[in-house]
């Protein structure tokens, strides 16, 4: 039986080092900024996912008791990413992006970055 | 003594949310950590009172429930699909694109959560809300029909989310 659990959790663990693997790849292999963001929210997804369900499973199957704690830690990472994620997006949309480059904002005309008044003189770091 | 309940509990979904998460943080369910987990459940929404003007009203929980588990299978699905188009897809015939989501939802809470889904989904991350508020900038990985990408998102998490926040 214990055979069975272990094989459950080593599944767990090879998943999420899978999508983690793929998620890093991701970072080098994808050319543009905004395409290379995708690839850090599929890791805290899947990747982190199943390292915390692998870690719940041990614990109940094996050691025998419960732990949900980790439930929290996706909770927590559910609640981060997406703001990170957000701002790095709207800071290559401050710096790179032309309203005119962007699909229509139909009748708000421009995007809430686009929108604040331009400051001129702030460095400009886009050539690095 | 309604009156008196919604005294001490201003906002009873916060208070069963801290109890929630300080039990799990403490990991055991002793009756010790959840007599101080409720303490700290009364308390700060009384302290945090006067920033909470108005709460979101949660109308349907099944909603709620359907809603979580539509979007951790999605999350998984997505997945599979990005880490295909990762490895085996050629840069050059990858499709980015920007999709320009056009929002019937009008609270604030609602459009976030809707937000932190679609970036949370992976191959589309939410990038902007147009100037008023009326319109989410999407982009995604590979999308070869923006029009799709837009009436799935809508069909699938706005429908839903409307359902449970307005």
Redesign the interface.
Known sequence: MTGIFEILIAFFLIVSGIFGFVGSFGMIKLKDPMSRLHAPTKATTLGVGGVLLASIAHSVLLEGKLSLHELLITLFLFLTAPITALFIAKWHIHRHEQPQDLPDAGEDELWATHAVEQVEDVPDHSAN | MMKLLRRIFPHPHLTFLLTV?WV??A?N?SLNSVVFGLLLGIIIPFITQPYWPDRPKLRNWSMVVEYILVVLWD??IA?IT??RI??FKR?SD?E?N???V?LDLRTPEAITVL??TI?????T???????????L?V?C?DAPD?AAVRDEIKQRYERRLKEIFE
């Open positions: 998460v799990l943080l990991n369910g999350i998984v997945n990005v880490a990762i490895l840069d990858r980015p920007w999709v320009c056009p937000a932190g970036t949370m989904t992976p191959g991350v939410s990038c902007d809300l147009s100037a008023q508020g009326h319109n900038l982009h990985l923006p």
